[in-house]
């Protein structure tokens, strides 16, 4: 797997991948950014998120389990000095569905975390990562 990173102008660069998509990544104004794209540490959550995110889809549909919807909020908490690291992570997944089985839920947010999520599993020696979830009604 291999990952180009761009320079553009200023703080600006275009970042893409062996997927041939491509992202821009940009600082804010006070730090000399244009605020045209996503803060790396921005890309860092997103990428536990979306990696989580994915392996918990993938093992509801494969339970059958009737999902209408998932978003996960993630929310991270970084040092007070330099270097800012994050020293906390917690994703929240909010299912949606009728009929969706708890137990199945709690499962696949528990094999994400522990066995499948490569971002999370590849940051939990030095972050502490936590999850839980939500299961809403899709009619109301």
Known sequence: ?????????????????????HIDIDGPPDLGGENVGF???ELMLLGVGSCS??????????ARQPVTGCDIEVDGTRADT??????????RFVVTGD?????????????SAEKYCS?????????????????VSASG
């Open 99 to 111: 009929g969706l089985s708890d137990r199945q839920v709690a499962r696949a947010v528990q094999l």
């Open 53 to 62: 995110a994915m392996d918990v889809m993938h093992i509801l549909k494969k």
């Open 82 to 91: 330099d270097p800012k690291v994050f020293t906390a992570i917690h994703l």
């Open 39 to 41: 803060r790396p540490m």
């Open 1 to 21: 797997m291999k990952a180009t990173i761009n320079w553009q102008d200023n703080l600006h660069f275009t970042g893409s991948a062996d997927s041939g998509h």
């Open 119 to 135: 971002a999370s599993i590849m940051l939990q020696n030095s972050v502490t990562i936590t999850h839980d979830y939500e299961i």
